[in-house]
């Protein structure tokens, strides 16, 4: 009896064994040919947001000890009929850091979100003072720092 459950042990090992370099030589489970989206996304922590008349001033973090900064006009929250709205603010969830989200379709920029604490009182948001001119308002892309 002790041999039969020996063999069948053996049996079972080896046909486990067979099955999985089958699986291992066919098609990878993420590559699904034609069906691959064409929208790429990537995040970076915010670590501060200035609020100016005309746009803000997001400053994020780069890998290593470095820091990014990008100007995000304030036209681009509503939709006209020329252009769909490209900047949406989302509430951060509790436990999270704020972060930022560049959404681009064939490698062209689509639009930005921006999860953050809703209230301006919040130490993650700043004003720019009044007078002070910001370049890059009229901007049609966004373009993160790696």
Known sequence: MKKLLTILAAAVCLSVSVSAEESSSSTPIWNHGDNVSKITYQNVQV???????????????????????????????????????????????????????????????????????????DSIWGHIPAGVKIEGTDVESLEIQK
């Open 47 to 121: 670590m501060r947001i200035l609020n100016g008349r005309d746009a803000y001033v997001v400053l994020y973090a780069r890998p290593g000890i470095k820091m990014g900064k990008c100007v995000i006009p304030k036209s681009w929250a509503k939709a006209t009929k020329d252009s769909p709205r490209k900047l949406v603010f989302r509430k951060k969830p509790a436990g999270l850091d704020s972060y930022m989200t560049v959404i681009k379709e064939d490698g062209e920029f689509k639009k930005v979100w921006l999860t953050l604490p809703p209230s301006k009182l």
